[in-house]
């Protein structure tokens, strides 16, 4: 009996193992969750065990640094900061294991599945990751920004960090800005961003800088601008900010009040990776009926 029960155990061992990510990633995203007050269905879970096999699958995983596709149970509306699931990212290398929120969850509207979901915040409501690009990336010339704007409007509403006193930017805007344009600015410093007509526009937008003269923006996988302009950008001292720009002051600015679906911080993404990605991620958010 015993020598069945270690057989048993071992097939299960290696079964586990050729699930790349389920214990690690997911495993680990609802033990955060449950940590902060929250939980996830097995429905969900079993979603997310997907899209971290895609993203292995797609050879990627190294440069996905976090990942959070805003998904869980809901949470119930009050003066605490804490909002369960949704401030845990599914792939977390660098950063905090909860998003920081300084605001009560009353001041934000979440909504799992369906048509509707996604996570938005009242004017002045943010989320810190806690990743800070100056201490996390090897330089200024290899990044990206992945957000999932569910919300068609035109808003002065960024996501991302400064370098205290410096305009050295990782931020992109979620989608359109007020004037209409969709910035992407994946480190860049004064002229290496890329300004995409998009007025009203809502998807996934992945700005991606792979090189010092290569800064590529991709709507829903596929190119739509690029900027070959090397300008000398350096790393970011500040937090990224989900909903805010955690800008040069240092404040928070630049709210957004959009749903947005996911989103995702890492290295430069080649255009069949961004494409790859986009797809997996989509994929997912497919699952929640978004």
């Not at 995203?29 to 899209?51: E, P």
């Not at 993203?55 to 804490?82: E, H, P």
């Not at 969709?182 to 890329?194: G, H, K, L, V």
Request: aromatic fraction near 10%; include cysteine.
């Amino acid at each position: 009996m015993k020598a069945a029960l270690v057989i048993l155990l071992i097939a299960f061992n290696a079964q586990a193992a050729m699930r790349p990510g389920f214990s690690t990633e997911v495993n680990r995203w609802s033990y955060a969750a449950t940590t902060n007050a929250g939980s996830i269905s097995a429905r969900t879970l079993a979603d997310a065990t997907v899209l971290i096999r895609d993203i292995y699958s797609l050879g990627i995983r190294a440069k996905i640094y976090r990942n959070n596709q805003f998904a869980g149970d809901a949470f119930t509306a009050s003066s605490s900061t804490v909002m369960g699931a949704v401030q845990a990212p599914i792939i977390n290398d660098y950063g905090l294991a909860v998003e920081d929120s300084t605001a009560a969850n009353s001041t934000w509207t979440y909504v799992e599945r369906g048509s509707s979901g996604g996570l938005s915040s009242s004017a002045g409501s943010y989320l810190s990751t806690g990743l800070v690009p100056s201490t996390v990336y090897a330089s200024a010339t290899n990044g990206h920004i992945l957000l999932y704007v569910r919300t068609a409007a035109n808003q002065a509403g960024f996501c991302g960090c400064q370098k205290t006193g410096v305009n050295s930017t990782f931020a992109l805007t979620v989608g359109p800005y007020v004037d209409g344009n969709t910035y992407a600015e994946p480190f860049i410093t004064a002229t290496s961003y890329i300004a995409y007509s998009d007025s009203n526009g809502t998807g996934m937008y992945l700005a991606s800088r792979t090189s010092a003269t290569l800064n590529t923006l991709y709507k829903n996988g596929t190119s739509v601008g690029t900027n070959t302009t090397d300008d000398g950008p350096t790393l970011p001292d500040l937090s990224f900010t989900m909903f805010g720009l955690h800008d040069t002051i240092p404040v928070i600015g630049q709210f957004s009040t959009k749903v947005v679906g996911c989103y995702s911080i890492g290295i430069g993404l080649t255009a069949a990776e961004a494409a790859g990605y986009t797809t997996a991620c989509q994929k997912f958010q497919t699952s929640l009926g978004r």
